[in-house]
């Protein structure tokens, strides 16, 4: 007893739609609403606390910069010893 197996034939796929995106407006106002919620989770610094760290950044600044400059004398002096121009 033969089964009748014959090749299905290929169906006509439905396509396939891609959801339909929100105009730039809609999409807009939800970036503005959700930047909104995530600035509220900020913690922000209390006024003493960006004092301290703005004091500690300009002394650092001052204490690299002098450092910069000591290397760079030393560098200048021994460049003018190498080339008989030392003071």
Do not use: C, H
Not at 7 to 23: D, I
Request: net charge positive; charged share 15%.
């Amino acid at each position: 007893m033969a089964e009748n197996t014959a090749p299905a034939t290929p169906s006509a796929s439905p396509k396939k739609s891609k959801p339909a995106r929100p105009n730039i407006f809609a999409r807009f106002g939800k970036f503005l609403k959700d930047t909104k919620s995530e600035v509220k989770k900020v913690v922000w610094p209390t006024k003493s606390q960006i004092i301290n760290n703005s004091l500690v950044v300009i002394v650092m600044i001052v204490l690299v910069g002098a450092f910069i400059a000591l290397i760079d004398a030393i560098f200048t002096y021994g460049l003018g010893l190498l080339l008989g121009l030392a003071v």
